[in-house]
Protein backbone atom coordinates (compact mmCIF):
# COMPACT_ATOMS: atom_id res chain seq x y z
CA UNK A 1 0.00 0.00 0.00
CA UNK A 2 1.05 3.52 -1.40
CA UNK A 3 1.96 5.78 2.07
CA UNK A 4 1.52 9.80 2.30
CA UNK A 5 3.65 12.07 4.06
CA UNK A 6 2.19 13.28 7.59
CA UNK A 7 3.52 16.00 10.18
CA UNK A 8 2.36 17.30 13.01
CA UNK A 9 3.05 20.63 14.57
CA UNK A 10 2.96 20.58 18.38
CA UNK A 11 3.35 18.00 19.77
CA UNK A 12 1.70 18.37 23.10
CA UNK A 13 -1.08 16.78 24.55
CA UNK A 14 -3.32 17.08 21.62
CA UNK A 15 -0.69 16.95 18.95
CA UNK A 16 1.56 14.26 20.50
CA UNK A 17 -1.00 11.73 21.90
CA UNK A 18 -3.94 12.15 19.27
CA UNK A 19 -2.67 13.35 16.13
CA UNK A 20 0.84 11.46 16.18
CA UNK A 21 -1.10 8.21 16.50
CA UNK A 22 -3.61 8.32 14.16
CA UNK A 23 -1.16 9.07 11.66
CA UNK A 24 1.24 6.22 12.78
CA UNK A 25 -1.49 3.63 13.11
CA UNK A 26 -3.43 4.63 9.83
CA UNK A 27 -1.48 2.30 7.07
CA UNK A 28 -2.24 4.87 4.31
CA UNK A 29 -0.78 7.79 6.27
CA UNK A 30 3.28 7.89 7.14
CA UNK A 31 4.29 10.27 9.63
CA UNK A 32 7.81 11.74 8.67
CA UNK A 33 8.05 14.41 11.23
CA UNK A 34 7.13 16.32 14.45
CA UNK A 35 7.82 19.53 15.20
CA UNK A 36 7.61 21.81 18.64
CA UNK A 37 9.50 24.39 20.25
CA UNK A 38 10.45 22.00 22.75
CA UNK A 39 12.43 19.37 21.41
CA UNK A 40 12.89 17.44 24.65
CA UNK A 41 8.88 16.96 24.10
CA UNK A 42 9.50 16.05 19.94
CA UNK A 43 11.85 13.90 20.74
CA UNK A 44 9.64 11.70 22.86
CA UNK A 45 6.78 11.72 20.80
CA UNK A 46 9.03 10.85 18.17
CA UNK A 47 10.71 7.64 20.09
CA UNK A 48 7.44 6.45 20.53
CA UNK A 49 6.02 6.74 17.25
CA UNK A 50 9.44 5.73 15.67
CA UNK A 51 9.09 9.25 13.76
CA UNK A 52 11.94 9.80 11.49
CA UNK A 53 12.67 13.54 11.51
CA UNK A 54 12.23 15.97 14.67
CA UNK A 55 12.50 20.12 14.06
CA UNK A 56 12.26 22.98 16.56
CA UNK A 57 10.93 25.10 13.40
CA UNK A 58 7.98 24.56 11.53
CA UNK A 59 9.32 26.06 8.67
CA UNK A 60 12.13 23.24 8.19
CA UNK A 61 9.25 20.75 8.46
CA UNK A 62 7.07 22.30 5.98
CA UNK A 63 10.19 22.47 3.87
CA UNK A 64 10.12 18.74 3.29
CA UNK A 65 8.76 18.06 -0.38
CA UNK A 66 7.89 14.16 1.03
CA UNK A 67 5.28 15.83 3.62
CA UNK A 68 1.71 16.57 1.82
CA UNK A 69 -0.42 17.35 5.01
CA UNK A 70 0.16 18.64 8.43
CA UNK A 71 -1.76 18.99 11.42
CA UNK A 72 -0.85 22.10 13.56
CA UNK A 73 -2.02 21.40 17.55
CA UNK A 74 -0.37 24.45 18.83
CA UNK A 75 -1.96 26.69 21.19
CA UNK A 76 -5.49 28.23 19.78
CA UNK A 77 -3.95 32.07 20.20
CA UNK A 78 -0.64 30.56 17.73
CA UNK A 79 -2.41 29.72 14.46
CA UNK A 80 -2.11 32.08 12.20
CA UNK A 81 1.91 32.14 11.03
CA UNK A 82 1.86 28.17 10.98
CA UNK A 83 -1.18 27.58 8.97
CA UNK A 84 -0.84 30.70 6.66
CA UNK A 85 2.59 29.16 5.88
CA UNK A 86 1.77 25.75 5.52
CA UNK A 87 -0.99 26.73 2.94
CA UNK A 88 1.97 28.84 0.75
CA UNK A 89 3.76 25.33 1.38
CA UNK A 90 1.09 23.67 -0.50
CA UNK A 91 0.31 21.41 2.13
CA UNK A 92 -3.59 19.86 3.71
CA UNK A 93 -4.21 21.18 6.91
CA UNK A 94 -5.73 20.46 9.75
CA UNK A 95 -5.83 23.01 12.47
CA UNK A 96 -7.22 22.36 16.12
CA UNK A 97 -9.84 23.78 17.08
CA UNK A 98 -10.78 27.17 17.16
CA UNK A 99 -9.26 27.83 14.00
CA UNK A 100 -8.00 31.41 15.56
CA UNK A 101 -9.08 34.01 18.46
CA UNK A 102 -9.42 36.80 16.01
CA UNK A 103 -11.43 37.45 12.67
CA UNK A 104 -8.46 38.78 11.39
CA UNK A 105 -6.39 36.16 11.99
CA UNK A 106 -9.38 33.60 10.60
CA UNK A 107 -9.37 35.29 7.59
CA UNK A 108 -6.22 35.33 6.84
CA UNK A 109 -5.91 31.81 7.47
CA UNK A 110 -9.08 30.79 4.95
CA UNK A 111 -8.02 33.27 2.49
CA UNK A 112 -4.36 31.47 2.21
CA UNK A 113 -5.55 28.42 1.83
CA UNK A 114 -8.21 29.32 -1.30
CA UNK A 115 -5.31 30.90 -2.63
CA UNK A 116 -3.07 27.76 -2.51
CA UNK A 117 -5.89 25.72 -3.30
CA UNK A 118 -5.22 23.08 -0.25
CA UNK A 119 -7.61 21.27 1.77
CA UNK A 120 -8.69 23.12 5.16
CA UNK A 121 -10.03 20.79 8.35
CA UNK A 122 -10.69 22.18 11.46
CA UNK A 123 -10.40 19.63 14.32
CA UNK A 124 -14.24 20.21 15.57
CA UNK A 125 -14.58 16.10 16.49
CA UNK A 126 -17.77 16.59 17.78
CA UNK A 127 -19.14 16.42 14.55
CA UNK A 128 -18.66 12.73 15.09
CA UNK A 129 -19.43 12.23 18.41
CA UNK A 130 -22.07 9.61 18.01
CA UNK A 131 -24.98 11.27 20.55
CA UNK A 132 -24.68 14.74 18.28
CA UNK A 133 -24.77 12.71 14.79
CA UNK A 134 -27.88 11.02 16.46
CA UNK A 135 -28.82 14.94 17.50
CA UNK A 136 -28.13 16.18 13.92
CA UNK A 137 -29.90 12.70 12.21
CA UNK A 138 -33.16 13.32 14.27
CA UNK A 139 -33.05 16.78 13.35
CA UNK A 140 -32.79 16.30 9.91
CA UNK A 141 -35.36 13.61 9.95
CA UNK A 142 -37.74 15.84 11.34
CA UNK A 143 -38.83 14.59 14.33
CA UNK A 144 -38.22 17.54 16.71
CA UNK A 145 -40.14 19.75 13.99
CA UNK A 146 -38.64 23.53 14.04
CA UNK A 147 -35.78 23.93 16.17
CA UNK A 148 -36.75 27.01 18.35
CA UNK A 149 -34.14 26.81 21.17
CA UNK A 150 -30.41 24.98 22.00
CA UNK A 151 -28.58 25.18 25.63
CA UNK A 152 -25.19 23.79 25.36
CA UNK A 153 -23.15 23.88 28.54
CA UNK A 154 -19.80 23.01 28.00
CA UNK A 155 -17.15 23.45 31.40
CA UNK A 156 -14.03 22.27 33.35
CA UNK A 157 -13.11 21.78 36.20
CA UNK A 158 -9.99 23.83 37.64
CA UNK A 159 -7.16 21.70 36.77
CA UNK A 160 -7.52 22.48 32.90
CA UNK A 161 -6.49 26.30 33.06
CA UNK A 162 -4.91 26.02 36.52
CA UNK A 163 -3.01 22.33 35.95
CA UNK A 164 -3.51 21.04 32.13
CA UNK A 165 -2.82 24.07 30.34
CA UNK A 166 0.11 26.46 30.93
CA UNK A 167 -0.79 28.93 28.32
CA UNK A 168 -4.27 29.25 30.05
CA UNK A 169 -4.37 32.89 30.47
CA UNK A 170 -4.16 33.68 27.03
CA UNK A 171 -7.42 32.02 26.29
CA UNK A 172 -10.42 31.31 28.23
CA UNK A 173 -13.35 28.57 28.95
CA UNK A 174 -15.08 30.64 26.06
CA UNK A 175 -12.20 29.80 23.42
CA UNK A 176 -11.35 26.55 24.81
CA UNK A 177 -14.64 25.09 25.00
CA UNK A 178 -17.70 27.37 23.46
CA UNK A 179 -15.92 26.66 20.22
CA UNK A 180 -17.23 23.17 20.11
CA UNK A 181 -20.77 24.21 21.58
CA UNK A 182 -21.29 27.02 19.21
CA UNK A 183 -20.28 24.80 16.61
CA UNK A 184 -22.79 21.76 17.50
CA UNK A 185 -25.35 24.35 17.73
CA UNK A 186 -25.06 26.30 14.17
CA UNK A 187 -24.56 22.46 13.05
CA UNK A 188 -27.63 21.24 14.53
CA UNK A 189 -29.69 25.04 13.41
CA UNK A 190 -28.40 25.24 9.98
CA UNK A 191 -28.99 28.88 10.13
CA UNK A 192 -27.19 31.87 10.49
CA UNK A 193 -26.24 34.12 13.72
CA UNK A 194 -27.58 37.64 13.88
CA UNK A 195 -26.98 38.77 17.61
CA UNK A 196 -25.05 38.27 20.81
CA UNK A 197 -25.51 38.79 24.66
CA UNK A 198 -23.08 38.00 26.66
CA UNK A 199 -22.02 38.32 30.17
CA UNK A 200 -18.46 37.22 31.89
CA UNK A 201 -16.67 37.51 35.33
CA UNK A 202 -13.10 37.08 36.30
CA UNK A 203 -11.96 36.52 40.17
CA UNK A 204 -11.69 32.57 40.89
CA UNK A 205 -8.97 31.77 38.48
CA UNK A 206 -7.06 34.92 39.06
CA UNK A 207 -6.91 34.27 42.71
CA UNK A 208 -5.14 30.99 41.43
CA UNK A 209 -2.44 32.60 39.16
CA UNK A 210 -4.74 32.74 35.88
CA UNK A 211 -5.77 35.55 34.24
CA UNK A 212 -8.44 34.81 32.88
CA UNK A 213 -12.21 34.72 33.06
CA UNK A 214 -13.84 32.32 35.29
CA UNK A 215 -17.10 32.21 32.95
CA UNK A 216 -19.17 33.01 29.90
CA UNK A 217 -22.76 32.58 29.66
CA UNK A 218 -24.05 34.08 26.09
CA UNK A 219 -27.49 33.99 24.24
CA UNK A 220 -27.38 33.88 20.41
CA UNK A 221 -30.23 34.48 18.15
CA UNK A 222 -30.50 33.19 14.78
CA UNK A 223 -32.16 34.49 11.67
CA UNK A 224 -35.35 32.59 12.12
CA UNK A 225 -36.02 32.80 15.31
CA UNK A 226 -34.06 30.30 17.10
CA UNK A 227 -32.42 30.91 20.18
CA UNK A 228 -28.96 29.48 22.00
CA UNK A 229 -27.64 29.48 25.29
CA UNK A 230 -23.79 28.68 25.85
CA UNK A 231 -22.72 28.43 29.03
CA UNK A 232 -18.97 27.96 29.86
CA UNK A 233 -16.88 27.50 32.47
CA UNK A 234 -13.43 27.01 34.03
CA UNK A 235 -13.90 26.59 37.73
CA UNK A 236 -15.90 23.41 38.18
CA UNK A 237 -14.33 21.88 41.54
CA UNK A 238 -11.71 19.22 40.74
CA UNK A 239 -13.75 16.79 42.75
CA UNK A 240 -15.87 16.55 39.40
CA UNK A 241 -15.83 13.10 38.44
CA UNK A 242 -14.75 13.65 35.36
CA UNK A 243 -12.52 16.86 34.10
CA UNK A 244 -15.32 18.26 31.76
CA UNK A 245 -19.10 18.56 31.98
CA UNK A 246 -21.11 18.94 28.50
CA UNK A 247 -25.10 18.54 28.72
CA UNK A 248 -27.47 19.88 25.50
CA UNK A 249 -30.69 20.30 25.07
CA UNK A 250 -32.44 20.76 22.11
CA UNK A 251 -36.10 21.73 22.02
CA UNK A 252 -38.41 21.96 18.86
CA UNK A 253 -42.09 22.72 17.88
CA UNK A 254 -42.77 18.49 18.04
CA UNK A 255 -40.27 17.35 20.14
CA UNK A 256 -36.60 17.96 22.62
CA UNK A 257 -33.75 16.31 23.09
CA UNK A 258 -31.32 15.56 25.76
CA UNK A 259 -27.47 14.71 25.47
CA UNK A 260 -25.43 14.12 28.41
CA UNK A 261 -21.81 13.03 27.30
CA UNK A 262 -19.98 13.53 30.72
CA UNK A 263 -22.01 11.53 33.13
CA UNK A 264 -23.86 8.44 31.33
CA UNK A 265 -22.78 6.50 33.88
CA UNK A 266 -22.04 3.66 31.56
CA UNK A 267 -19.06 2.83 33.76
CA UNK A 268 -18.49 3.89 36.99
CA UNK A 269 -15.02 4.02 38.97
CA UNK A 270 -15.08 3.82 42.87
CA UNK A 271 -11.29 3.49 44.66
CA UNK A 272 -10.36 4.50 47.84
CA UNK A 273 -8.92 8.06 46.85
CA UNK A 274 -11.08 9.03 44.23
CA UNK A 275 -14.72 8.40 41.79
CA UNK A 276 -14.66 8.52 38.12
CA UNK A 277 -17.39 8.10 35.48
CA UNK A 278 -14.35 7.57 32.82
CA UNK A 279 -15.18 8.94 29.21
CA UNK A 280 -15.62 5.74 26.83
CA UNK A 281 -17.19 7.90 23.98
CA UNK A 282 -14.23 10.03 22.69
CA UNK A 283 -11.17 8.99 24.07
CA UNK A 284 -10.40 5.19 24.65
CA UNK A 285 -6.96 4.95 22.93
CA UNK A 286 -5.06 1.35 23.39
CA UNK A 287 -1.45 2.08 23.00
CA UNK A 288 -0.59 -1.14 22.11
CA UNK A 289 -3.20 -1.76 19.32
CA UNK A 290 -3.46 -0.31 15.65
CA UNK A 291 -7.01 -0.07 16.18
CA UNK A 292 -8.70 3.26 16.70
CA UNK A 293 -11.47 4.12 18.78
CA UNK A 294 -13.27 7.18 20.11
CA UNK A 295 -14.52 10.19 18.00
CA UNK A 296 -11.22 12.44 19.11
CA UNK A 297 -9.65 9.68 17.14
CA UNK A 298 -12.53 8.98 13.98
CA UNK A 299 -12.22 13.09 13.57
CA UNK A 300 -8.68 13.15 12.72
CA UNK A 301 -8.69 10.16 10.66
CA UNK A 302 -11.44 11.96 8.66
CA UNK A 303 -8.81 14.29 8.08
CA UNK A 304 -6.54 11.49 6.33
CA UNK A 305 -9.42 10.30 4.19
CA UNK A 306 -9.85 13.56 3.04
CA UNK A 307 -6.14 14.45 2.06
CA UNK A 308 -5.99 10.65 0.62
CA UNK A 309 -9.29 10.23 -0.71
CA UNK A 310 -10.80 13.21 -1.99
CA UNK A 311 -13.26 13.15 0.73
CA UNK A 312 -15.20 16.04 2.28
CA UNK A 313 -13.56 17.63 5.33
CA UNK A 314 -15.47 17.43 8.47
CA UNK A 315 -15.51 21.18 9.26
CA UNK A 316 -14.40 23.82 6.39
CA UNK A 317 -12.40 26.93 7.30
CA UNK A 318 -15.26 29.08 6.56
CA UNK A 319 -17.48 27.32 9.58
CA UNK A 320 -14.63 27.53 11.35
CA UNK A 321 -14.39 31.47 11.02
CA UNK A 322 -18.23 31.71 12.05
CA UNK A 323 -17.52 30.40 15.01
CA UNK A 324 -14.68 32.75 15.69
CA UNK A 325 -16.61 35.53 14.55
CA UNK A 326 -19.57 35.13 17.08
CA UNK A 327 -16.68 34.34 20.19
CA UNK A 328 -15.46 37.78 19.22
CA UNK A 329 -19.16 39.07 19.18
CA UNK A 330 -19.05 37.25 22.91
CA UNK A 331 -16.18 38.75 24.00
CA UNK A 332 -17.22 42.29 23.10
CA UNK A 333 -20.89 42.12 24.59
CA UNK A 334 -19.33 40.95 27.71
CA UNK A 335 -16.97 43.66 27.79
CA UNK A 336 -19.41 46.58 27.18
CA UNK A 337 -22.57 44.83 28.48
CA UNK A 338 -24.61 45.69 25.29
CA UNK A 339 -25.65 43.35 22.70
CA UNK A 340 -23.58 43.08 19.07
CA UNK A 341 -25.32 42.49 15.16
CA UNK A 342 -23.42 40.58 13.59
CA UNK A 343 -22.85 41.99 10.12
Not at 1 to 23: L, N, P, R
Not at 311 to 328: D, H, N, R, S
Request: hydrophobic share 45%; charged share 20%.
Amino acid sequence: MSQTGFGVIGTGIVGGAWHAHVYHNMPQADLLAVCDLDEGRAREIAARYSVPHVYTDYRDLLARDDIAAVSIATPDFAHRDLAVAAAKAGKHILVEKPLATTVEDANAIVEAVEEAGVKLMVDFHNRVNPPFVQARQTVLDGELGDLKYIYARLSNTTFVPTQMLPWADKSSALWFLASHTFDMSHWLLNDKPVRVYAVSRSGVLRDQGVDTQDFHVAIVEFENGGVVTLENSWILPETEPNVFNFKMEVLGSQGVLYINTSDHRTVEKYTRDSISLPDVLGFTLDANSARMSGFVLEAIARFVDAVIDDKPVLATGAEAALVTTVLCAVEESARTGQPVDLN
